[in-house]
């Protein structure tokens, strides 16, 4: 709980000093009622005006995280398995994943506060590439490539095209490694389009969001997204977004 100038300064809203004034002077008010004394505690979720405007109490917060295996893409599970947030304990605001990876995908997920960010990265129209690397059982062949760059029917649904491009092959274990850049994140997406081909997914990890890479992070890492990068993020989905409405 935190007192209620220091909110509004937190916010950007305007300094403390002001922050003072502008309670003093009835200006603000915590869930519609107006409070005009200084020392008064915010609680989480209060909604918090100064005239008609409506102030932001969390700074808005964005990190790149490395999901490691065994962990799920949620803020608290039912059968006590670790959860992404969990790895953000030490972090003040409140965060969780933008997207999902499932439990045993590693990589790259993105993790904000920011409501209007996570639904502007997560929404179908934004066309983020995502890249993966994947190992599947069985040696892929060039018609399987084909069908699935062109577009394979998921549940009715077509898939969009994608880019696949193999890496390795282990003739020996009868594996192949490969790279898969999508352009849309439909539940078990990747896992699915190999499995309906005959190929089981063994291992499964995402490499970059939008061009947003993990860098130097070691699994259960998480660094700062940048402003630029942010900002970046948010001009590449609305600009697919505008491309595809066309
Ligand atoms: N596709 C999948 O099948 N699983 C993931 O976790 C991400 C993409």
Aim: aromatic share 6%; charged share 30%; with cysteine.
């Amino acid at each position: 709980m935190e007192r209620l100038q220091k909110v509004i300064a937190a916010s950007g809203y305007t300094s403390r000093r002001k922050a003072e004034d502008l309670i003093v002077q009835k200006r603000v008010r915590v869930n519609g009622e107006i409070v005009s004394e200084l020392g008064y505690k915010v609680k989480r979720g209060d909604l918090i005006m100064v005239d008609d405007k409506v102030i932001e109490s969390e700074n808005k917060v964005y990190f790149v995280f490395y999901k490691p295996k065994s962990c799920i893409c949620s803020l608290k599970d039912e059968f006590n398995r670790k959860c992404v947030v969990d790895y953000f304990e030490d972090i003040k605001e409140r965060v969780y994943p933008v997207g999902r990876l499932d439990y045993d995908t590693t990589g790259l997920l993105l993790m904000s506060n920011d409501g209007e960010f996570a639904n502007l990265m997560m929404h179908p129209s934004s066309h983020l590439e995502k890249i993966y690397e994947v190992t599947v059982n069985g040696l892929v062949n060039g018609n399987t490539l084909h069908s699935l760059e062109k577009g394979v029917y998921l549940e009715g649904v077509k898939t969009l095209p994608c880019k696949i491009k193999v890496t390795s092959k282990d003739i020996e274990h009868k594996t192949t490694k490969l790279m898969i850049k999508l352009v849309e994140g439909k539940n078990r997406q990747v896992k699915k389009m190999f499995e309906m081909m005959g190929h089981n997914v063994k291992r499964l990890h995402r490499l970059s969001v939008g061009g947003i890479t993990l860098n130097q992070l070691r699994p259960g890492e998480y660094r700062i997204l940048k402003p630029q990068e942010v900002k970046d993020l948010k001009k590449l989905a609305l600009m697919k977004k505008n491309r595809y409405k066309k």
